[in-house]
């Protein structure tokens, strides 16, 4: 059962341009949501979170809009830059009583062209 | 740097012997997990700890075991390998602060082939 799920697995966006990531979740009991970016041959590295009383959170290029009626979240990225190429993936945090986790969705590769 | 490796980075190893894989930081987190990355799956959780000697396991702990006998070590272990646990292996730490982000760093991975 895939509890965070990215529909898109691909997305190809021109330099300058919006890029719009996004996510659904099944778990009402995620109360915190996070995307993290990954390269090649490296791990994810943390891009931005939001909490589930927010419903958006920016940084710098990168905004994250959180829908809770409708399970939703979407990246966006503006303007991209080629250097943003990647896999992106979301990932919501829950609690099994001793330890927070982390679940995944099954990422969406972004690819910035010139 | 956030402290955090992997070791090895790449293994091959036949099917049936047993694979010890080790992550090491230097943070003093207290929280340590371990995820396998496969195709059409992302990131999936199989064994995590919570403290020393303190471990759980994830969605997918099935032929893996953990141990974690110092803070900064936390090894994962296949007993008996098989060539489904073909993957790439994240090792993640954690130490939430109360009313600031979650913070949750990665390793670079190890890649593991099962042949």
């Known amino acids: 059962d895939q509890q965070v799920k990215q529909n898109s697995p691909s997305l190809s966006v021109q330099e300058g341009r919006i890029s719009i990531l996004n996510c659904d979740y099944t778990?009402?009991?995620?109360?915190?949501f996070l995307w993290y970016k990954k390269y090649p041959a490296e791990g994810p590295t943390f891009l931005i979170s939001i909490s589930s009383i927010k419903d958006k959170n920016e940084d710098g290029r990168f905004t994250v809009f959180l829908n809770k009626s409708a399970k939703h979240l979407s990246l966006h990225i503006v303007p991209s830059q080629p250097g943003d190429s990647a896999v992106y993936f979301c990932?919501?945090?829950?609690?099994?009583?001793?330890?927070?986790?982390?679940?995944f969705g099954t990422g969406t590769r972004l690819q910035v062209t010139l | 740097d956030a402290g955090i490796t992997q070791s090895p980075r790449h293994k091959v190893t036949e099917t049936g012997t047993p694979v010890t894989l080790r992550c090491h930081q230097t943070?003093?987190?207290?929280?340590m997990y371990w995820y396998r990355q496969d195709p059409g799956h992302g990131l999936r959780l199989i064994h995590y700890s919570y403290g020393v000697k303190d471990t759980d396991k994830g969605e997918v702990s099935d032929g893996y075991s953990v141990s974690r006998s110092k803070t900064e070590d936390f090894l994962l272990t296949l007993e008996s390998a098989t060539s489904s646990q073909t993957s790439v292996y994240f090792c993640?730490?954690?130490?939430?602060?109360?009313?600031?982000?979650?913070?949750?760093?990665f390793g670079s991975g190890t890649r593991l082939t099962v042949v």
């Open positions: 778990n009402s009991m995620f109360d915190y």
């Open positions: 990932a919501a945090v829950s609690y099994t009583g001793t330890a927070s986790k982390l679940t």
């Open positions: 943070e003093n987190h207290r929280y």
């Open positions: 993640a730490i954690s130490e939430p602060i109360p009313g600031q982000e979650y913070g949750y760093t």
